[in-house]
Every structure is written in C-alpha cells, then in structure tokens.
Nanobody, 119 residues
Framework: QVDLVESGGGSVQAGGSLRLACAAS?????MAWFRQVPGKERERVAT????????IYADSAKGRFTISQDNSKNMLYLQMNNLKPEDTAMYFC???????????????WGQGTQVTVSS
C-alpha cells in the first residue's frame, strides 16, 4: 500500500506557473500525474520511472511541464509553466509498481488538487 498526498494546486492567470507536489508514503517504481475535467476522460500528463529517471510526457505537456522526483523524500513534483485555460483540471498523483500499468491505470491514487487557469 502506498499513500499519496498532493499539494500545490490553485488559481493562476494564463501564462503563470504552478508547482504541484506529491508526497508518497514509500518508494515505488513508477509515479505519474494525471488530470481530469468533469465529463471528460482522464488524461495522463507525465510519468516518472524512479529507477531510471526516464520520463514520458503527454503532447499537451511537452515543453511546458516538467516532472521530477526527490527520492530521498519520496516526493514527486510537476512544474507547470505557461499555463493555459485548457490546463484547468483536477490533478492527481498516481503510482504503481507495474511499469506498464502505471501508464494507463495505476493502482494508487491521491485525492487530487485543483488547478484553475483563467484567461
């Protein structure tokens, strides 16, 4: 069992930045950020593979978002720059020990943190 707790959401104007943080209760091989808007499908934003440091980004996040991890503190971060109104969503931290499942439907989820970007 891995517990995940997100923080750092909020409201910003378009072009602004936010940094999301996720505290994990233990080490796990894969961690990711997803987001969801009510009525729409959940979207994987970025994935971080702990052992290798490899990352995968959604096209919508490339060039603007950076996922990173502090292994010593079991923390995952998502730096979001040049935010757009379409980035408005509930952002979730997720994790799984199975690397492929981590991409689609991770086993562990946080409670989410809201990000709202105004134009």
């Amino acid at each position: 069992q891995v517990d995940l707790v997100e923080s750092g959401g909020g409201s910003v104007q378009a072009g602004g930045s936010l940094r999301l943080a996720c505290a994990a209760s233990g080490y796990i091989y894969c961690m990711a950020w997803f987001r969801q808007v009510p009525g729409k499908e959940r979207e994987r934003v970025a994935t971080f593979y702990t052992a290798s440091g490899n990352t995968i980004y959604a096209d919508s996040a490339k060039g603007r978002f950076t996922i990173s991890q502090d292994n010593s503190k079991n923390m995952l971060y998502l730096q979001m720059n040049n935010l757009k109104p379409e980035d408005t969503a509930m952002y979730f931290c997720a994790a799984d020990s199975a690397l492929l499942r981590c991409l689609d439907n991770p086993r562990y989820w946080g409670q989410g943190t809201q990000v709202t970007v105004s134009s």
